[in-house]
């Protein structure tokens, strides 16, 4: 029976009236570890505790969306940053468009022109472009 309990963050000491020191110091044991390894994860950032984790096999089919879900508990700012990421709608029209010739490329499937005249037309196009962005000197402006 024990007749006091003292606990630190670092260590915890229990004064026991009669025998069972072996439970007391088993017990110390545990409250040391306990302190030890907690105070340490809570030092650690979300991000930090996730990186630390199994990695997931990327051949593996994963719904990332059920996984955040999950997880929302264990990662709160993490799920929150991910639901606001993930909920953006992707399309691959516009980054073709934005990002891609793609479109302005032409192959005996998109035309019927000859290769040699999609070439002299694409060398016009450059041509103009280019005449388009040649700066004049202050003389030139002047003149005009």
């Known amino acids: 029976m024990c007749l006091s309990s003292v606990s630190t963050l670092n260590q915890s000491s229990v004064a026991c009236a009669s025998g069972g020191d072996n439970i007391g110091d088993e017990m110390d044991e545990f409250d040391i570890y306990e302190s030890q ?72 499937y998109r035309s019927l022109i000859v290769p040699k005249n999609a070439e002299a037309l694409l060398c016009t196009q450059d041509w103009l472009y280019e005449k388009g962005n040649i700066k004049f000197s202050n003389e030139d402006e002047e003149d005009e």
């Open 37 to 108: 390894h907690y105070g340490l994860t809570r030092n650690k950032s979300q991000l930090d505790l996730f990186l630390e984790e199994q990695k997931f096999d990327r051949k593996q089919d994963l719904d990332i969306l059920s996984y955040w879900k999950a997880n929302k508990l264990r990662y709160p700012e993490l799920a929150l940053m991910a639901r606001d990421i993930l909920s953006i709608l992707i399309t691959t029209v516009a980054s073709e468009l934005a990002f891609s010739i793609g479109s302005q490329i032409l192959n005996k």
